[in-house]
């Protein structure tokens, strides 16, 4: 199939184009907020600098050679596989990404499995349960997918934490320190997967497979899961990779409120402490993991469904 | 139709793994309050929350600000410490004297410490340690200010050690008891600044075990403890300390700080807020300390180097205009108390005048008359020559605390009814230091921590209007009086504790007069812990929690 070999080729194209420009913008977005690395390199808050630090901190970092200079410095290290050394850590940014990744992917994971199940048990039950029951479902959809992160997290802390002492405020070692962090991010995109299923799932009730099935008899329940979901999920699965940016923006917020090791909560300090190398580095990884995520559901698109290869061509 | 494989719905296992894990956590239970205790336990660990963003490394000579300082006091020590009347006394160094020109100082030290990687604590240790601090290599901002003027460093004995002064320094001794500036193995010191960053090397009452980044750090008892400042009294037949090891969080959200404190997750939390305090208050099993910081209170500084503050009139016009007093009250709930001072409560030295701020509108709107100032536009504001009265107020959202930054709202409501357009700008903390570098600023406000009434010359000498290389500089309020400078040089140089107080006075009146600054209240420094938790004090030097004494109720 020359045609796909063409399009995957395109394809692995666009992914070094957009780990380019994400590198490239972050880059130059963080020069151009005003104030000093080098001052916030030495402390920041509540200390001053002297002039012979400051100059030190430069020349060993760079800064004091010309942006674009210090560009294509970085760019060159990237294309060798260095990321840099981040200077707010006294670090190496590959070992910083490294010991925060895991933390970021389990509760992404673990977000992504909660919110399937919390947009399936919902859709379930509404399914069943007639006019009324619909439109609660779609409501609680929409209230679900509006809830801003910072406030969820809040409302949790207070419920499960301060009033029934059942669950952790802050990480735990072990399962229980990430489930109120998932169940944060969880509710909105839970919201935004009911949402896209609603809409299939109301083509797929009134599909001839469902009549057939119901004219063999099988129960509203087995028809839902067996037959209507799976023909809703398709697009809801198809959003996976924008899912995964969602939910590592999501952990900027939900990793500082909870307190979690995570690379969301790391990119926060970064960006306060105008780590450029340490921001970029992040951006990337984010940004090849949204872009892979994004391959790996095209391909797979591709290959279970004929019409998207046409389309491609 | 896609393939007709089917597997049973794998969402089906999912929520049966999630009731699963719902179900365990109800079963793990709460804490139940500590039994009252008067003897010291030994043994036990237990859990600080911090809201300060976490060090990016945990040796306070490199850098230099307040989160290296809290956790840096658990496990390094300094060569001189203050009681809790400020008075200077022995820790690392057991006597002290002053060269009759004030040019040397000799330090005596104690000959049974060593650090906790078995390096002995002598003359040569200190030479390292102001050496490390005096490399530019290290980048050390605090403790280099606070060592500036040591020149030389002569190791006479063993354990007799001589600093040579460029110039005379009466702060010295104050400079020396801050943690920025606390003795560190010198063996240590040689390791590589990423090494050293991890772990640190002191003689303090706990070591630094590991450090889980973003998460916590883990300090272990130091078996072989020593060596508490001389203003400790250990019980008899005690040793400190009682902890077996202190696990310290970083937990940037308030309300999820307080609400690891209320369910037993940490013991110890800072930075809490007025609400917080407020809230703690009715609850039992929660006990407040409140340390001020030392140093500079926290104050709005008027720029008075550039038009419309270069005026005198119009600076008083606007600490005449703004009631900061109602607006504490209402904001903190009473948590803060008023300063009319530039110097902390906790400075012996500080001088308060409270009559130079009692809000007078009709004052102020005379004022603003003579000033030329007469005209108002359509929305009320004062207008002279057709410029509008603009005032740029650059806020660092991470350096002010909610409360006041609405007190900050308050002030701009305040200043609009006397004819000020007040513009507030929340910016970061690199672009707050941008927009000062820039000179974009006409009111400001800065903290500034230092052991001392020195913090004046840092923060009112006309030397610190002179921008660093980085554009940075400490007299915001640039302040250019040759009187103040000469009064601020004479008592940093001063051997007489009462000449040095009638210099530190008279600058002050010099300050608070010329309607510079407008003083709102000390460096908030609040600490919450569990009842459970006893002996906690803070330091008196740069009020930082030690845990040398605490122990756990069973």
Request: hydrophobic share 45%.
């Given at each position: ?53 400051l ?14 200079v210090q ?109 109120l962090?998932a ?38 329940v ?45 990119l ?8 450029v ?37 | ?14 929520v ?70 400020g008075?200077?006394v ?57 060592l ?12 007799l ?5 460029s ?21 240590a010191l ?158 012996p ?206």
């Amino acid at each position: 199939m020359p045609g796909t070999r063409r399009w995957l080729l395109l394809r692995a194209g666009g992914v070094l184009f957009v780990l380019w420009a994400s590198a490239t913008i972050t880059f130059f977005a963080l020069r151009l907020v005003p104030g000093d690395p080098a001052e916030a390199i030495l402390g920041g808050p509540g200390s001053q600098a002297g002039p012979e630090a400051l100059e030190q901190v430069r020349r060993e970092y760079g800064l004091d050679r010309p942006l674009a200079v210090q560009y294509l410095t970085y760019l060159g290290r990237l294309v060798s596989g260095d990321l840099g050394q981040s200077y707010s850590l006294h670090k190496p940014v590959a070992t910083a990404i490294g010991e925060q990744l895991g933390a970021t992917l389990t509760l992404a994971v673990c977000a992504l499995a909660l919110a399937w199940v919390l947009a399936c048990a919902l859709a379930a039950w509404s399914v069943r349960g007639g006019r009324v029951a619909w439109a609660i479902g779609s409501g609680l959809e929409l209230v679900a997918a509006a809830v801003p992160h910072f406030w969820l997290a809040t409302v949790l802390i207070l419920l499960f934490s301060t009033t029934l002492g059942i669950l952790p405020p802050v990480s735990v070692p072990g399962p229980l320190g990430v489930v109120l962090p998932a169940l944060t991010l969880a509710v909105p995109l839970a919201g935004f997967l009911g949402q896209v299923m609603r809409e299939s799932l109301l083509t797929a009730m009134e599909s001839p497979f469902v009549t057939t099935a119901r004219a063999r008899g099988e129960s509203e329940v087995r028809i839902f899961w067996r037959h209507t979901l799976r023909h809703a999920a398709i697009p809801a699965v198809g959003l996976s990779g924008w899912a995964f940016g969602s939910l590592i923006s999501g952990a900027v917020v939900v990793e500082a409120v909870f307190a979690r090791q995570g690379l969301g909560r790391s990119l926060l300090s970064a960006v306060q402490l105008r780590d450029v190398t340490l921001v970029t580095g992040i951006v990337l990884v984010v940004a090849l993991a949204y872009t892979v995520m994004t391959l790996v559901t095209d391909v797979a698109d591709r290959l279970v469904d004929p019409r998207t290869r046409a389309v491609a061509r | 139709m896609p393939s007709r494989r089917f597997t049973r719905p794998r969402a089906a296992a999912v929520v049966v793994a999630a009731a699963a894990l719902l179900l365990a956590a109800c079963t793990s239970g709460g804490t139940s309050p500590g039994q009252e205790s008067a003897e010291p336990v030994a043994g036990g660990t237990l859990t600080y929350a911090s809201g300060d963003a976490e060090p990016s490394c945990l040796d306070p000579h490199v850098g230099g600000n307040y989160p290296q300082a809290l956790i840096a006091t658990q496990y390094l020590e300094s060569l001189v410490s203050l009681d809790e009347d400020g008075e200077v006394v022995p820790w690392l160094a057991t006597e002290w004297s002053e060269s009759d020109d004030g040019m040397a100082w000799e330090f005596r030290l104690r000959d049974d410490v060593t650090f906790t990687d078995g390096t002995p604590f002598d003359a040569e240790a200190v030479a390292a340690n102001i050496a490390h601090v005096q490399d530019p290599a290290t980048a050390s901002s605090t403790g280099y200010l606070a060592l500036a003027k040591i020149q030389e460093v002569v190791a006479v004995e063993d354990h007799l050690v001589r600093l040579e002064l460029s110039a005379p320094d009466s702060a010295l001794l104050e400079s020396l008891s801050q943690v920025w500036v606390a003795m560190e193995s010198p063996k240590a010191l040689e390791r590589s600044q990423e090494e050293n960053c991890a772990a640190p090397v002191g003689t303090g009452p706990f070591v630094v075990d590991r450090w889980d980044r973003q998460e916590s750090v883990t300090l272990v008892r130091n078996d072989g403890y020593t060596s508490p400042p001389a203003d400790v009294e250990v019980p008899e037949g005690a040793t400190l300390p009682y902890l077996d090891g202190i696990v310290w969080r970083f937990i940037p959200d308030s309300a999820s700080r307080y609400a690891a404190l209320q369910s037993g997750e940490v013991q110890v939390i800072d930075n809490a807020q007025p609400d917080t305090i407020v809230s703690a208050g009715d609850d039992q099993a929660i006990v407040e300390l409140d340390a001020p910081r030392p140093g500079a209170s926290n104050r709005i500084e008027l720029n008075s180097g550039k038009a419309p503050f270069d005026d005198e009139r119009v600076r008083e016009a606007f600490i005449r205009s703004v009631d900061v007093e109602a607006g504490i009250e209402s904001l903190f709930f009473g948590t803060a108390e008023r300063s009319y001072s530039p110097l902390s409560s906790v400075e012996p030295l500080g001088l308060s005048e409270p009559d130079l701020f009692t809000v007078d509108t009709d004052a102020a709107a005379r004022l603003l008359d003579e000033a030329g100032w007469t005209e108002r536009d359509d929305e009320g504001y004062r207008v002279k020559a057709g410029e509008r009265l603009t005032l740029d107020f650059p806020v660092s959202t991470n350096q002010s605390i909610p409360a006041e930054q609405s007190l900050f709202e308050q002030v701009q409501a305040d200043a609009k009814t006397a004819g000020f357009e007040v513009r507030l700008h929340p910016l970061d903390l690199s672009s707050w230091y941008g927009a000062l570098a820039e000179n974009d600023y006409d009111l400001v406000s800065a903290p500034y921590t230092k052991v001392g009434p020195d913090v004046l010359r840092i923060l009112y000498h006309s030397d610190s209007i002179t921008p660093a290389p980085s554009g940075y500089f400490a007299n915001l309020a640039q302040v250019d009086d040759p009187e103040l400078d000469d009064l601020l040089t004479r008592a940093a140089a001063t051997s007489r504790d009462d000449e040095r107080a009638s210099l530190y006075e008279q600058a002050q009146r010099i300050i608070l007069d010329g309607s510079y600054i407008l003083p709102l209240y000390d460096q908030q420094n609040h600490f919450l812990h569990s009842s459970s938790v006893h002996g906690l004090r803070a330091m008196p030097t740069v009020s930082t929690p030690t845990f040398a004494g605490a122990w756990l109720a069973s």
